[in-house]
């Protein structure tokens, strides 16, 4: 069976898989591991982010970013690799690449508060003094994104004819992260690197990533025929996309499409973009072993076995955030 080529991402109501009509619920998993099989994105409407936290959380967010650059790099610690706080301008680049993305961004990290032990492998997340409101704000979008993922991941068990809570305990207190990105003005274009970009193309790392509507367009994917298509998350709408990790656990039935942030015309890169995704990542022993039911002798494996933390590590250094 030939890939679809799709020209939009699919879009797809996440209430068919909560609502409790088996039938809706039914597609619901078969039309998603489709667009997952085929392009690796769908937008979902009726996930648990509202309109509202969400302006809100980019109100504050375009707070911090106006901040003097002395005061935002107060909040950028040494030897957390970009973990948690304040990550700087072109600090990370794409895997492959040695130019910097034209971005600043912020990390928001899990928040272990039962005595779970694995607290102990996550750095404390990092609070601007000059914005209070950031905590509250930022800690329920982690919250309501990470329940979203959740059953995103179920219906992607279903999907693979695994147990619906295959990845409940997998992803309780996993290494998730909350990125505010600033895609910053530049106000003359020919004083950066002529091959610098917002975002450079690249696979996300983990499971799978849900993106706030950006504050305007720009980002794109790689479809299989090598056409790039733009792709805009509507107010209502998370989009919700197959990461590395996921691709590799899947032997590629899942695919981890390549996407970038194209910059504006000239005219426009001094205006400034703004964008909120939330990587999903499980729990550090997580094993990214090939599952059974994904090799056959037609889809032989395709990676080494591999830990998700281990995992993590290694594309952290790739990318420029670990030494």
Known sequence: MTDILYDQVPSLDLA??????????????????????????????????????????????????????????????EGLAGQRGYIGKGKEHAKG???????????????????DPIKKEYPDNIWPTELPEFESIALDVYQRLEQTGV???RAIALYLQLPENYFDQRVKHGNSILRPIHYFP??????????????????????????MGAS????????????????????EQLVVNVGDMLERLTNKKLKSTIHRVVNPPRSQM??????????????????????????????????????????????????????
Not at 102 to 114: A, C, N, R, S, T
């Open 270 to 323: 001094n205006k400034p973009r703004y964008s909120i995704p939330f990587f999903m990542h499980p729990r550090s022993e997580m094993s990214l072993a090939a599952l059974p039911g994904c090799v056959d002798e037609a889809n032989p494996k395709m990676w080494d076995d591999i830990t998700a933390g281990d995992f993590l590590n290694q594309r952290l250094r790739e990318i420029g955030l670990k030494k």
């Open 151 to 153: 059953q995103m991941l």
């Open 97 to 115: 690449r040695n130019t910097g993305d034209l971005k600043e961004f912020y990390h928001v990290g899990q928040e272990v508060l039962d005595g």
């Open 16 to 77: 068919d898989f909560t609502g409790g009509d088996p039938i809706k619920r039914e597609k619901f998993v078969a039309d998603l591991g489709t667009a997952y099989k085929d392009i690796g994105f769908v937008a979902i409407r009726n996930h648990y982010l509202t309109d509202d936290l969400s302006a809100r959380l980019y109100d504050v967010i375009k707070r911090f970013f106006a901040l003097p650059d002395s005061a935002k790099q107060r909040y950028e610690i």
């Open 186 to 211: 530049i106000e003359n274009p020919d004083a950066v690197p002529a091959d610098a970009v917002r975002a450079a193309e690249h696979g996300d790392i983990n499971l799978i990533t849900l993106l």
């Open 216 to 235: 305007a367009d720009g980002l794109q994917v790689l479809r299989r025929d090598g056409k790039w298509i733009p792709i805009t998350a509507l107010p």
